[in-house]
């Protein structure tokens, strides 16, 4: 996993959260550079240089350039040895420089370059480092330089982190389950389709990487669902009984035109009354059936 992370060059970008941080991912990274001879810049902002050294051991530790930015960042002291440009000195002076072999730069962190410096020049910036992987000559090794940005991408936008995220050729976004870590790699080889990877890992004291397989999704049983009677607690009942139902069938309903009211209707009887309308004309009633509207005077 570290020689893939590795094999680019450009810049690599840790993206961590609270819950999953990325310092430990980023110091195994350290230390797989150092075992490879390289030389390795420590921009340190966020932690003080004693903290970020813990956990390497001597010969680690010897190899690791480290540029305190944490002590005394705008360079109150006035330090000779201090940079009074700050990090972008410190970065542009890196960008110049044409080592014997191949170097690696750590940023810890790009939050905090981000929240003290304008987007636009850090971006620029690591563009430019970025642009350091060639130009060697026939009979030299190719130098290589690798960038490992800190990025805790809860503190900022989706413009500042999109921006950074563009830059980047590898891109590694860590989260978990289940108390253990995974690393989803987003690799940008040049002139190919990106390639995305996802490993599952445990950091060792030491910063070595133990790779550990896809942990088991926890298989929770359903609880039994029980059936609500919906008509429980109703003022009426919505069910009949067999009785109930069998008067409901036989009751004839006063709306229903059954044959009996019918035959009674059309053959009345010889004791039953029989009912006559008389109508006596108006002197205002219409009886031109030519000019049934006569009388609307249109």
């Known amino acids: 996993m570290l020689d893939s992370l590795l094999a680019l060059g450009g810049l690599v970008l840790l993206r961590d959260t609270v819950e999953w941080e990325g310092r430990s991912l980023l110091k195994a990274l350290i230390k797989k550079s150092a075992l490879c001879g390289k030389q390795v810049h420590i921009l340190g902002c966020e932690v003080s240089e004693e903290e970020f050294r813990e956990g390497f051991d001597s010969d680690i530790n010897c190899r690791l350039i480290y540029h305190d930015f944490f002590r005394d960042p705008l360079n109150w002291s006035k330090n000779v040895k201090a940079f009074p440009g700050g990090p972008l000195e410190v970065l542009r002076a890196l960008s110049k420089r044409t080592p014997p ?33 060639s130009h060697s000559d026939d009979n030299s090794p190719v130098k290589k330089v690798h960038v490992l940005g800190l990025l805790h991408e809860e503190l900022h936008g989706p413009g500042p982190v999109g921006a950074l995220c563009s830059l980047a050729q590898t891109e590694v976004t860590l989260s978990g389950m289940l108390g253990q870590m995974s690393a989803h790699i987003l690799l940008r080889k040049p002139q190919q389709r990106p390639t995305h990877q996802t490993r599952w890992f445990s950091i060792l004291p030491d910063f070595s990487l133990n790779l550990q397989q896809v942990p088991a999704q926890e298989s929770h049983p359903d609880p039994p669902i029980t059936q609500v009677d ?53 002197a205002y009633d219409d009886l031109d059936q030519e000019d049934p509207d006569d009388d609307l005077d249109i």
């Open 230 to 282: 919906p008509t429980t607690h109703l003022t009426f009942n919505l069910r009949l009984s067999k009785k109930e139902r069998e008067a409901k069938d036989s009751l004839t309903l006063p709306f229903q035109f059954s044959s009996e009211k019918q035959q009674a209707l059309l053959h009345p009887g010889p004791g039953q009354a029989t009912s006559h309308i008389f109508y006596e004309p108006d």
């Open 101 to 133: 072999s191949s170097v690696t730069i750590v940023l810890d962190s790009l939050s905090w370059l981000l929240l003290h410096l304008p987007c636009t020049t850090l971006c620029q910036t690591l563009h430019a480092l970025s642009q350091q992987d």
